[in-house]
């Protein structure tokens, strides 16, 4: 089922849709979750966060009449706050998690979420894959090397000369 | 243009998110779960929703938050809006905030209660950390912090001003404001905190609303800055604004009609007494003047331990902790009973 569907179900009848979105998503949730949260969290309070997510979506989409353009990245925004909210809560030792070198790079130039997603593109596959692993997920880079099969040491040069690809491209954007 | 560094969980909207879809798609290649995971998470789902779980309600999880959500059907109908600058949490961004003046912190994020409506200017953010409505009023807790180059310097409650209108045609319902009674020493450097307190008497809840957030800077006026809305409040003086949230008044505590001898009526909600007409006099300087009762009819005195404000004139009496209207049969206000 795509999204396109999800959302049909969801408009005609909100609680078969929701059903079908768990059973769709609950994995890519979890996956969400964990990532974030694995190191603060026991398993029973990312279920609860997991779940927590899906009911956001689903408040969300009864209020707008599920006037969405996907599920999946309406979810995955939902599930990325959430989980920043939920960490904040959980985190003893560091109640703050640290603005990372991609969000240092969109301060300096005052990017925009357009501009951002744009130049995240032009970095092309799989680059664009690791960005958004790393540092929208928050997802180590032994995790992303291991998942995409190269070393980590590759990945780090990839991350690397992708950040100054990225800086690039924005502050040309910029001018 | 603001360069403070900005999270990307921000920057990314749910509108826009679409656009990143083959990356997310990706990243959920090696996603995997559990059957039993995902039948707790979706048995956990449902419930919360208030739906009709056929199988899966009856299978074997005992899980550690599973009666949190009874009755959740009132936290399901509760505005959380995916509009730009709005998005709820279940977890407050100023709890202790909210507990100043509603002292179940945790309940109300537990029932989905959270608000965290949040609006902001370049120095200034603004957060609605939680708004009940009874139908009667709606009442909140309003958090206003200086950010920015600004974070942590001082900030009064006459600093800033907000105006409440219908979100869909900007007509105005009334303007909100605290006053310096709110300050009492304890609030957090650069912020204030206060009650937000809405009349709803002629007001149309089913429709979203918007609060128009300004500075009271630098004319001294309550309308001295901001763009103008283009509407005007009933004193005919135009609506300006510098940020603004979308709401919802919608009910979402519950409430029952209590009635005392001669048949006047009383509402009792999970945070305040309400009467559409003037029905007691100040209970703060009238000893004993409240008293809840319990089904056994055992009278407990709220007067100097439970509230948090009275209005005489149209009369409310709110509390600083929820009430469970289930356990309550009555109130006694200035020695008259009003019973279920």
Known sequence: ?175 | MNNDPVRLSELISTSGAHRLNDEFAEFSANAEITDEEQQRILSSVMRKAGAEMKETMTTKKTRRHSRRFVGFMIAAAIAVTGAAGVYAYNQFFHKENVEHYIKNGEQLEERGLAANIQAQTDDLRFTVDTLLSDGHQAYGVLTVEHIGDKAGQALSLRDYAVTIVYADTGEFITNNWGGDAYIDGTEKAGQTRQIICIDLTGVDTQRDVKFLFRRDEPTGSFYGSGKLTGQKDNNDIPIRYECEATASLRKNVENIDLYDSEGRKVTLSEFEIYSSEVMWEDTSSTKNALKLIDKDGNKTDCTFTDITGYMETYSYITFNKLVNTDDISGVEINGIEYLK
């Open chain 1, 1 to 175: 089922m795509n999204d396109n569907d999800l959302l049909d179900m969801l408009r005609r009848d909100p609680q078969k849709g929701l059903e079908a979105v768990v059973q769709q998503y609950s994995a890519y949730v979890l996956k969400i979750a964990y990532v974030r949260l694995g190191e603060v969290c026991t398993r029973e309070d990312i279920e609860e966060a997991v779940s927590d997510i899906f009911l956001m979506f689903y408040n969300a989409g009864m209020k707008n009449s599920f006037d969405m353009r996907s599920v999946r990245g309406y979810l995955s925004v939902i599930a990325q706050r959430h989980c920043i909210s939920v960490f904040h809560k959980f985190s003893k030792a560091d109640k703050t998690l640290d603005y990372n070198e991609l969000e240092n790079i969109i301060a300096d130039n005052g990017t925009d979420e357009d501009s951002l997603i744009d130049a995240v593109k032009q970095l092309g596959e799989p680059d664009s894959f690791i960005f958004i692993r790393k540092y929208y997920f928050g997802q180590k880079n032994k995790d992303i090397a291991k998942e995409l099969g190269m070393s980590e040491s590759t990945l780090n040069s990839r991350v690397s000369r992708g950040l100054d690809k990225l800086r690039k491209i924005l502050k040309e954007e910029k001018i």
